[in-house]
């Protein structure tokens, strides 16, 4: 009875002393993922705590305590109470073994993935933010086209190229709302870059949560804000051709809620006739850790742009006049007026430290006016869309197992007309002028994915991923506007499409490693594509489907100092999508054949000086091509054996960056793109150009109250005249030569200042 009362006793006076322990989850700053394995050190540098597998520590007083792990920043924060704490790290890109991809199924660190992914950190972009492609096309194997600010086509390992004016055929996500539409074409130039943390660009179709598309996924990873920290950041920038941008940015965070808000307005009256641009857009995203289970994401945006049009020009007004408009959007004055709005909740649960589950609800609407020679365009879109995953980690085998199942239901409702522009009936300073209706459709277009992934750890050094996609794509179109008798209505089902893959990664050192894959994609037509010149459904056209086959390596070497990715590829492609242009504004969609995309791509990052004042960093990226038509018929015309239209067959980049204490910092990128085949039968190609931009700052220390960054930049330093965009297979009408060309801004320059306030 004695001994009874006394553990009785000892009991009970341990409960306060447990109850009184620190709690908290350490996770990656740019993307909430946990980060394991992190030291904890007190105010005598003491290691006293180490974060578990799920990122959780435990402490025993409050004090000052520092976060420290290779690989990532540390970090400094003040304990002084006993509720859950988040503590953020800063991730440094150089080091390929600590990368982790939100992009990838299991968030697995970069190294244990067997696929080839390209990730694009904040500080590639920090200062020059109002062109994305000045940014994307620093990554081999990707190629965007720049038409105008709202005229942009985006290809990944040659994939996507022959859409005329947009991006298809490749996912985007602005975290788990899709950006692509239930047609599978996607923008991403909207997003204001300033809201972004980083960019994941997974290459090829080796992402089955994310449909299996040919080309690949692009992940926009917003910028969630940072936990206890309190910044107000104001900017300016301006520069050639009237460019005016505005900044004005939000930081507010207590110990377990963290949201960012971004407020942007850039004008530019742009290099061409008819090319002035008004966008405005605000950005909110945040992070809630409600407890160790739960925890809340939630992502909205509204974007509201104005953008004139000034088209392709054709050969003899891109070497001569390159600042033209094309002659008939110059007299309607063409133009994009439309406002998008964004809204996505993510909920994360941990049922328990072996399983988790991740569900999403998203929404978008867009509203907008695009005023052509031809024909004014108003359309309205709305979509809806529901993502879940259930994560589990298992044992098979006796071996380490993860596996996820999960479903995305997406459907978007398009309502969409055309009317007469009466440009020509009034005076030239008039624009466009709507006329009667000519067409008034509704598309209901939706899709469902279902998919399955896992790893199953073989040995401590090699790792299987398997997974698999199954894709159902439907289209139904309401001819609004015509009787009965020539009503143009329909709907089409495509037949489900099974896309599976697997994937090996083997550690060949602690710093090295190899991958090889095997995978299956698809690209669904869009709707135009299936409508026939009289609006008719085509029920015959089919998917694109490809087999893609690659190996890679990753790994650092040199004393750490070079980082290389290297990744060989092969993907055979059938039933390739063609759009045959038979009218001013007319194509038809039709399969032509077979295509082969064969490829390499190197990437090496290497630190040339690396003290703890000054830092130079070299890195180099080089994309080589073999994209061909295997089998490809058009009408009359055989153009197998020909060079794929639309890509370029080598593309190199090299930039060096270089910063010190001092807060002076300077960077200069090289960009080599080589010639294009402008036309299936290879008869025209643009020239190869070579690009060089470069900028100089100055910033004082993040650990002060007021932060100033000040900065000056030069693109295209030796006026190259280039081509940022063709319209590839360009039809003449009546006398006119073929528009290939937008052509790409001459030498210009940005300047600007940030300012930001600490209250913390």
Known sequence: ?????????????????????????????????????????????????????????????????????????????????????????????????????????????????????????????????????????????????????????????????????????????????????????????????????????????????????????????????????????????????????????????????????????????????????????????????????????????????????????DENNFKNNPESAAANWERAKGFEDYKKSLLGVSWKHNYNSDVKQYTSIFSSFFDGVEARPFSILKDQTTAFGFRTKLELNDQLFGKSFQWMVGGELFNDVKKYKTLENLYLEYPIETGSVAGETLSNFNENRGYFNLFFDSNLQLSEKTQVNLGVNLNQTSFILTDKFNSDAVDFSGKYHFKAILSPKIGVTHQVDKNAMVYGTISHGFSTPTLEETLLPNNRLNTNIKPEKGWNFEIGSRGLVFNNKLTYDVAFYQMNVKDLLVAKRVGEDEYVGVNAGKTSYTGLEITGNYFLIKTGIFNVKHSNNLSLNNFKFKEFTDFDNDYSGNKLTGVPNITINSSVNIENTLGFYGKADFNYVGKIPMRDDNSIFSKKYHLVNAAIGFKTSEEKKLLLNFFVGLNNIFNEKYASMLLINATSFGTAKPRYYYPGEPVNYYAGVNLKYNFD
């Open 1 to 313: 009875m004695k001994n009874s009362i006394l553990y009785l006793f000892f009991f009970f006076m341990a409960l306060p002393t447990s109850a009184q322990k620190l709690t908290g989850k350490v996770i990656d700053a740019e993307n909430s993922i946990e980060i394991s394995d992190v030291y904890i050190l007190n105010s005598d540098n003491d290691i006293v705590s180490v974060s578990d597998e799920k990122g959780l520590f435990t402490l025993t007083k409050t004090g000052v305590y520092t976060f420290k792990k290779t690989g990532f920043s540390s970090a400094k924060m003040v304990i002084d109470n006993f509720n859950f704490h988040i503590v953020a790290l800063q991730s440094l890109p150089e080091n390929l073994n600590e990368i982790q991809i939100i992009g990838n199924n299991f968030k697995s660190k970069l190294n244990k993935i067997p696929a080839s992914i390209t990730v694009i950190s904040n500080a590639d972009f920090a200062n020059n933010t109002v062109n994305i492609a000045n940014v994307i096309n620093k990554a081999p194997g990707i190629f965007m086209f720049s038409g105008t600010q709202t005229t942009n086509r985006i290809t990944i390992r040659g994939i996507g190229s022959r859409n005329l004016y947009g991006t298809s055929k490749i996912k985007v996500y602005f975290d788990d709302i899709p950006l692509t539409n239930g047609s599978g074409e996607s923008s991403i130039e909207d997003i204001e870059m300033t809201a972004l943390g980083s960019i994941e660009i997974l290459k090829g179709p080796s992402s089955s949560i994310y449909g299996s598309g040919l080309g690949g996924t692009i992940q926009l990873i917003p910028d969630k804000g940072l936990f206890d920290k309190t910044t107000l950041k104001s900017g300016y920038t301006f520069g050639s051709f009237g460019l005016q941008k505005y900044l004005l940015q939000a930081n507010l965070g207590n110990q377990t809620n963290a949201a960012n808000l971004v407020y942007a307005n850039m004008k530019s009256d742009g290099y061409r006739d008819n090319n002035k641009t008004d966008k405005q857009s605000f950005t909110l995203a945040s992070n809630h850790f409600i407890n160790d289970k739960n925890n809340l994401t939630v992502i909205a945006s509204h974007i509201d742009v104005k953008s004139y049009i000034p088209s392709s020009i």
